[in-house]
């Protein structure tokens, strides 16, 4: 098979990064540009980035040269991991001039033609691309917070009905893109605020878990209260959940349920999609960020220490990696799961 030519704007960034680590070795999208702000336009990729991730960066991609993020890309797949401050217009000039977008910037996550898609979640809400008035189209990843937390709350959604949420996060450094918080500020420290992540973890489930009526998605009706915080951690978010729900389930039927939880990216087998959603444990020291982050190639959230609990019903621990299922690893299985149900002939007809 030719492999699809794909582009990613804020190539230099920390999502940027794992981006190019993840398109490596992807079996169906081929990494073709590189793009980023001025500052780094015209320089080769590997002057051009402060490569951070774990494995060596290929040759093949850090002689790229870094372009502009503009439509004379080639690619007619991008892939964003843009700063926020910018994402809006460029990935709005990127669908009017043709190009699909999967973006993991805020920007565009709530404008009611645009899906906001954690594929094993709500994989129909893809239906909403069909509305865009674009040539293109921008299709969105949730905050990374957000995309941990409503997979392990997916089946628990579906079975038994959730009418409140308590959420307090302990967010790893890398959550805040490169270079991040200063070492002095975190180093021996926690941070208790994250600008607008409470916002965005109190608004992006009721989206992502509601129902698409025809052409709009009508929000779930759940009450949710977070809290973020920032932890000297380096990947891999950490978040205690409390819930009550509709119907009444014991932990027993709930770990149950959670273990054998599966959906449609592992019923098409897609490329980027693990065996397991979610990888329950039993230990009562489990989930933690270093040991667990990297369940599932990064794609698997990790739950633990579900119990009953004296004000909601139960509470829990998920731990989910932020840069790949909470940002690169995401987006590239929305952009799977839109290849194989025919989106990108659709839309590039
Ligand atoms: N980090 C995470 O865990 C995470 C998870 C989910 C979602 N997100 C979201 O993903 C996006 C990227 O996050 P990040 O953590 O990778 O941020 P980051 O490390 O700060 O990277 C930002 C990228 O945007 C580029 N950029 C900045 N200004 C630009 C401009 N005027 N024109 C074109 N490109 C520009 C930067 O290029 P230069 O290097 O050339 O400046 C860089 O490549 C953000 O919207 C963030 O909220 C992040």
């Not at 404008?111 to 129909?124: A, Q, R, T």
């Not at 490169?178 to 409470?198: H, K, Q, R, T």
């Not at 998920?318 to 987006?331: D, E, K, M």
């Amino acid at each position: 098979m030719n492999k699809i030519k794909v582009a990613v704007l804020g190539a230099t960034g920390s999502v940027g990064q794992k981006f190019i680590e993840l398109l490596s070795d992807h079996p169906w999208f081929e990494l073709h540009e590189v793009a980023a702000s001025g500052r780094s336009a015209g320089k080769l990729y590997k002057d051009a980035t402060n490569w951070i991730m774990q494995s060596r960066l290929n040759d093949k991609y850090g002689n790229m040269l870094v372009k502009n993020c503009d439509t004379k890309l080639e690619s007619k797949i991008v892939f964003s991991g843009l700063d926020a401050g910018v994402a809006g217009q460029i990935e709005s000039g990127f669908a009017e001039a043709g190009y699909i977008v999967i973006s993991n910037a805020r920007n565009h996550r709530f404008d009611p033609d645009v899906p906001l898609i954690i594929p094993e979640v709500n994989p129909d809400h893809l239906k909403l691309v069909e509305t865009q008035k674009t040539k293109g189209c921008i299709v969105t990843n949730p905050n990374c917070s957000t995309i941990g937390l409503v997979l392990a709350l997916k089946p628990i959604q579906d079975l038994f009905g959730i009418e409140s949420i308590n959420v307090v996060t302990l967010q790893a450094i890398s959550g805040g893109g490169y270079p991040g918080v200063p070492s002095m500020d975190i180093l021996d420290n926690a941070i208790p605020f994250i600008s607008g992540e409470e916002e965005k973890m109190e608004s992006e489930p009721l989206k992502i878990l509601g129902s698409l009526n025809g052409k709009t998605v009508s929000n779930a009706e759940i009450k949710i209260s977070a809290q973020c915080n920032r932890i000297a951690v380096n990947d891999g978010h950490m978040e205690c959940v409390q819930l009550k729900m509709k119907k009444n389930a014991d932990a027993y039927e709930l770990k149950k349920i959670l273990r054998e939880f599966k959906s449609l990216p592992q019923e098409l087998k897609l490329p980027s999609a693990p065996e397991y959603p979610i990888m329950y444990f039993d230990e009562d020291n489990y989930p933690q960020p270093k040991i667990h982050r990297n369940e599932g190639k990064g794609m698997s959230v990790s739950v633990g220490r579900l119990r009953e609990d004296s004000l909601f019903d139960i509470k829990f621990v998920v731990l989910s990696h932020n840069t790949i299922r909470g940002a690169a690893g995401g987006t590239l299985l929305i952009a799977e799961l839109m290849k194989e149900q025919g989106y990108f002939e659709k839309v590039l007809a």
